[in-house]
Antibody, heavy 118, light 110 residues
Framework: QVQLVESGGGLVKPGGSLRLSCAAS????????MGWIRQAPGRGPEWVSH????????IKSDSLKGRFTISRDNAKNSLFLQMNSLRADDTAIYYC???????????WGQGTMVTVSS | QSALTQPPSASGSPGQSVTISCTGT?????????VSWYQHHPGKGPKLMIY???KRPSGIPDRFSGSKSGNTASLTVSGLQADDEAVYYC??????????FGGGTKLTVL
């Protein structure tokens, strides 16, 4: 069965960096677009970024202004999110998800919590 | 504040039907046929229930149905069951490759 397991979250100071990972299993990873979605406490989800099959097609949310970078390693069935210049409003649960087309996500991980605080 | 507007709560008794709305604008819900709905139980990842307004992924019962009229999309859950109690989120393509979500509706099965 499809499994997505995120890791790498934690407590980081404002201005710091963090790299999230997502280990995928149960499907042919290289045949799917993948994405990251985050959800701040008490709010709805917010789309962060998509990445294409081989990593060359990358789509980002304009609101993140280039601070976040998505990447993937198909040999290791892994998805990554490099987050730089973190701010308090980046505090959220970060979900890795398999994309269905470019407009939906058909499988999600359980998420990893990122807290940005001094 | 989320881009798409959902009522914060909805409820129904077992066996009844309930409809959850998702209101956007002509730039997202009204102008696109890429509305999705997700079911979210606490501690789990969200689950895709409906995509492209009214299509169901494999394994999703036909008790769940989606529709759209103008700038408002709707999710109807028929024959309510206890396990349907969850938070439901809508999402829509918003022009280009931008994707927006609603703030969520907590469905309570009485």
């Amino acid at each position: 069965q499809v499994q997505l397991v995120e890791s790498g979250g934690g407590l980081v100071k404002p201005g710091g960096s963090l790299r999230l990972s997502c280990a995928a299993s149960g499907f042919t990873f290289s045949r799917y677009y993948m994405g990251w979605i985050r959800q701040a406490p008490g709010r709805g989800p917010e789309w962060v970024s998509h990445i294409g099959y081989d990593g060359t097609d990358i789509i980002k949310s304009d609101s993140l202004k280039g601070r976040f970078t998505i990447s993937r390693d198909n040999a290791k069935n892994s998805l990554f999110l490099q987050m730089n210049s973190l701010r308090a409003d980046d505090t959220a649960i970060y979900y890795c998800a398999r994309a269905r087309g470019s407009h939906a996500f058909d499988f999600w991980g359980q998420g990893t919590m990122v807290t940005v605080s001094s | 504040q989320s881009a798409l507007t959902q009522p914060p709560s909805a409820s129904g008794s077992p066996g009844q039907s309930v409809t959850i709305s998702c209101t956007g604008t002509s730039s997202d819900v009204g102008g696109e046929n890429y509305v999705s709905w997700y079911q979210h139980h606490p501690g789990k990842g969200p689950k895709l229930m409906i995509y492209e307004v009214s299509k169901r992924p494999s394994g999703i019962p036909d008790r769940f149905s989606g529709s759209k009229s103008g700038n408002t999309a709707s999710l109807t859950v028929s024959g309510l069951q206890a396990d349907d109690e969850a938070v439901y989120y809508c999402s829509s393509n918003a022009g280009g490759n931008n994707l927006v979500f609603g703030g969520g509706t907590k469905l309570t099965v009485l």
